[in-house]
């Protein structure tokens, strides 16, 4: 089956510092998303975005379909955008999401 | 519009006892998913519906779980009889299923298994 590896596993940052978040999979995909799941641990939606740029605010994502990667950029970051950050891929072919290992971000004051 | 609703938020059980966990998705929503997240893991789908037939269940541990999607809406997962390596947040999402599929996802029910 398709293998997701997001990178780096762990992340300190101070408050205000930018950051990006890689997610690789290894095989082609219909769908991808980016979660943040908070400390509470409810997944919030931050992107839906298999192929192309996105911005919303402060955070941006790019998927590169074609190679395989999905980025996920944090600006101006703030101790709120502290928790997990997940993707999840829907490879072609099948119906079901795969998530990835997950970058665990903490952002200091 | 409502998002995806769970319950109960939080459960504590003994092992071999058995339990349940509800789920009602957002309205019009034809896929659900019901998913087990361990600590430091990433959610692994156990199971998903379109509308109330199943489309995956390979990774549903079969001898103790089950789960049902009634008329299509609300689903039940149960777990019977539930063992220590249960332990873990169980999470619903569901989606439209069309050509863009987004998933959004209720905020799950922590289970503990002593």
């Known amino acids: 089956g398709i293998q997701v590896e997001q990178s780096p596993p762990d992340l300190i940052l101070q408050e205000g510092a930018n950051s990006t978040l890689r997610c690789n999979f290894s095989d082609s995909v219909n769908n991808l998303q980016w979660f943040h799941q908070n400390p509470w641990g409810q997944l919030i939606n931050l992107f839906y975005?298999?192929?192309g740029t996105k911005q919303n605010g402060r955070l941006s994502a790019t998927t590169v379909a074609t190679e395989r990667y999905s980025l996920l950029y944090i600006s101006s970051s703030q101790t709120t955008d502290s928790g997990v950050y997940f993707c999840?891929?829907?490879?072609?072919?099948?119906?079901?999401?795969?998530f990835g290992t997950g970058t665990r971000l903490k952002v200091l004051a | 519009e409502a998002g995806v609703a769970q319950s109960p938020r939080y459960k504590i059980i003994e092992k071999r006892q058995s339990v349940a966990f509800w789920c009602n998705p957002i309205?019009?929503?034809?896929?659900l998913y019901w998913y087990q997240q361990i600590l430091g893991q990433g959610p692994k789908l156990l199971i998903q519906f379109q509308n109330n037939g199943v489309v995956d269940d390979s990774q549903l541990p079969k001898d103790r779980f089950s789960a049902e999607r009634l008329k299509g809406v609300d689903s039940t997962l149960k777990i019977q009889p539930a063992k220590l390596e249960d332990s873990a947040v169980y999470l619903c999402a569901s989606s439209l299923r069309g050509t863009v599929n987004e998933q959004f996802f209720g905020p799950g029910t922590r289970l503990t298994v002593l």
């Open positions: 999840a891929v829907e490879a072609s072919g099948t119906y079901k999401y795969i």
């Open positions: 309205s019009g929503h034809a896929t």
């Open positions: 975005i298999p192929s």
